[in-house]
């Protein structure tokens, strides 16, 4: 709600984030390396280290027939599905809802060898903004997740490492649309996504042993979630 301490936060990364989401990869100049393919799947990385410390900003844009931008965002923001979809993790917590479309998590994750164990805080908004009539842009759908601080759970306080990050689904929905008359299905339907992040991953950890570990890790997720996102709505009504 628009008087929660974080609502000016979100409205600003919320933002931020999904004009950066929405600039392509630019020249090769930026800097951007294609790192994974798979079917329409490209994932670019970018080499950063902040203090020493690899944030590799991470941008992958996939198209997924027979989903919309809609359920993508359903099933990537609602806590209950995400023991389903994200095996990295060990723990949820949802420390508070903030609104029906914004969520404050604690998740500690499985320990990656040879990284110790890590865990994160971050506030979880879903967003439709959709395309004003007059100009034809596009419809979207986003969730952001961008890591904040909570006076209960101090960073680094426990058994786990903190990490950071800032993460954006963004997601554009395709209607092809049937014969005159007849309703749309899902072979009428496609959603191009484009999922960044940058994950700070806190205390120290080998760069070579990071890129490693994101180089294997990412494409694996992004796989498996947006499986998962299409053999749950498979035989549902489509969530426009
Ligand atoms: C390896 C990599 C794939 C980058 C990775 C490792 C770890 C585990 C923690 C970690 C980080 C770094 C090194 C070792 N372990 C967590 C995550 C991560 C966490 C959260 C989200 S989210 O978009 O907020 C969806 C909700 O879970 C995405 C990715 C990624």
Redesign the pocket.
């Known amino acids: 709600s628009a008087s929660h301490r974080l609502w000016p936060e979100i409205e600003q990364v919320v933002h931020q984030q999904v004009a950066w989401a929405r600039l392509g990869l630019g020249d090769s100049g930026t800097g951007w390396q294609l790192f994974a393919e798979d079917g329409e799947m490209r994932m670019y990385r970018r080499e950063e280290e902040v203090d020493g410390m690899v944030v590799d900003p991470l941008k992958a844009v996939h198209i997924v027939k027979g989903i919309t931008g809609h359920e993508v965002c359903h099933y990537?923001f609602s806590p209950q599905y995400?023991y389903d979809w994200?095996t990295?993790?060990e723990q949820m917590t949802v420390l508070e809802t903030i609104a029906d479309d914004s969520c404050l998590f604690l998740?500690t994750?499985k320990r990656?060898w040879p990284?110790s164990q890590?865990d994160?805080i971050?506030w979880?908004h879903i967003r439709h903004l959709p395309n004003d009539q007059d100009r034809d842009g596009p419809d979207i759908w986003t969730v952001v997740?961008h890591s904040t601080e909570h006076k209960d759970y101090p960073a680094n306080s426990g058994k786990c490492v903190r990490?950071f990050?800032t993460?954006c689904m963004l997601c554009q929905t395709r209607v092809i649309p049937p014969k005159e008359g007849t309703p749309i299905t899902r072979d009428n339907i496609s959603c191009k996504i484009t999922y960044c992040?940058v994950?700070n991953?806190g205390g120290w950890?080998p760069a070579s042993v990071?890129r490693a570990?994101?180089k294997r890790?990412?494409p694996k997720?992004l796989k498996r979630f947006t499986s998962y996102v299409t053999n749950q709505t498979k035989d549902k009504p489509i969530m426009f």
Do not use: D, G, K
């Open positions: 990537f995400r994200e990295t993790l998740q994750h990656i990284a890590r994160v971050f979880s997740n990490i990050l993460v992040s994950v991953p950890a990071l570990l994101y890790e990412y997720f």
